[in-house]
């Protein structure tokens, strides 16, 4: 690969694949194809340097348009967003594998090399994620499957399509399970957002409005891992080019309750709020963490951002956008209504 291949990245309007686009020109790549649903206005991150197309990849005819001439292809456009949204939108998110299916017959269609693929921990089997003691999560444990309704679903079939299209095409199709992503220029409102954005908003919204309460969706027992966003990035170019064939964790494994999580971001903001908790709102499986052994073995490296670290930076963002919704200001990172409901 050569930094002048042609790289194309869908998604990338939105937080993870805005943010890959600014790796990819930080590390040289100079014909880079950016490809997203959204108006550019709503782009998260947007870069003149860059081929910006806003086109549908519900369309099979827009999947063409972004593959032509590529080397690489980054497919990371989906409908997604936190448990609020999945779980009111099964649809919706089931429909995305239009998206990945278009996009490998057109990566095949117009000769791509390197196909990566964006799946979920949503994929695992929901029996082995009953424990609150936050129970790592091995490869093997998306099977006998029984994902999350709708949106894991769809990832993993959208996993085994990646893998008969290497099989059966020679398509270098890699597959990374990433668990919850979190930092700057991610989603932080408008129904989309996931926990460690959600936290920190109200946390802050808290402290600005000096009403010192916060809502907290479930029982805050529930535990997850958070990795931050510059180790996904990096996780996502490491196994892009490496000789994993099956789909691989990438995910932090410092699990912490969202009542811990609640404690770091409260930490950072310096107060400390009454919790009410929401027992009706989604909350998702009760433990998920990332069991990093495979990654290990296979890259001798893992997700290792501390979450505190990673949550400061996220917090001081999310404030800047907050103070900046306020006054009305240009710059704030805003959902784009993809669809109707
Ligand atoms: P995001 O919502 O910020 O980005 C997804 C982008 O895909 C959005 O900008 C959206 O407009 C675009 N999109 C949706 N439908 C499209 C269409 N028909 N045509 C073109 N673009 C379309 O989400 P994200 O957090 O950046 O997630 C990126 C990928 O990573 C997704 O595939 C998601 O499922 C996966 N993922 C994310 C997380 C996480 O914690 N953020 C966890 C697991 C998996």
């Known amino acids: 690969m050569s930094h002048n291949d042609q790289v194309v ?12 686009v600014a790796a990819l020109r930080n590390h040289g790549y100079r014909r880079i194809r950016a490809v997203d649903i959204k108006p550019l206005a709503y782009w998260y991150q947007r870069f003149d340097d860059v081929e910006n197309l ?11 348009i972004a593959a ?13 967003g936190g448990m609020g949204f999945i779980e009111k939108n099964k649809a919706v998110c089931m429909l995305s594998v239009l998206i990945n299916t278009q996009m ?10 390197r196909y990566f693929y964006s799946s979920s ?15 790592l999560l091995k490869e093997e444990d998306a099977y006998p499957a029984l994902a999350e309704d709708g949106y894991g679903w769809e990832k993993l079939f959208s996993e085994r399509m990646c893998r008969h299209f290497r099989e059966d095409f020679g398509l270098y199709t890699r597959v990374a399970r990433f668990h919850n992503v979190y930092g700057p220029w991610g989603t932080w409102f408008g129904g989309r957002e996931k926990a460690p954005a959600a ?15 916060i809502e907290i969706w479930g029982t805050g027992h529930q535990t997850r891992s958070f990795m931050y966003i510059d180790d996904c990035l990096e996780g996502v170019q490491k196994i892009m080019n490496s000789e994993i064939l099956e789909p691989i964790n990438l995910g932090s494994s410092e699990a912490v309750s969202i009542n811990q999580l609640v404690d770091l971001v409260e930490g950072i903001a310096g107060i400390r709020l009454e919790r009410k908790y929401d027992l009706d709102a989604p909350r998702g499986v ?6 990093n052994t495979l990654i290990k073995r296979y890259l001798n490296w893992e997700p290792s951002i501390p979450l505190q670290m990673g949550l400061e930076k996220t917090y001081a963002w999310i404030y800047d956008q907050c103070l ?10 805003r959902e784009f209504a993809t669809i109707s409901s």
Request: aromatic share 6%; hydrophobic share 35%.
């Open 104 to 113: 490998l017959q057109s990566a095949v269609k117009y000769g791509a090399t």
């Open 54 to 64: 806003s086109l549908d990849l519900n369309e099979k005819e827009n999947c063409e």
């Open 286 to 291: 009760n433990g998920r963490n990332s069991d």
């Open 9 to 20: 990245v869908t998604g990338a309007g939105g937080f993870i694949a805005g943010s890959l």
């Open 121 to 135: 921990a949503c994929v695992y089997n929901g029996d082995k994620q009953k424990s609150f003691e936050a129970p």
């Open 324 to 333: 900046a919704r306020e006054k009305g200001a240009a710059g704030v990172v």
């Open 199 to 213: 936290i920190c908003r109200k946390v802050i919204e808290a402290k600005l409005t000096a009403k010192h309460e």
């Open 68 to 80: 032509r001439g590529a080397r690489e292809i980054y497919n990371l456009a989906a409908n997604m």
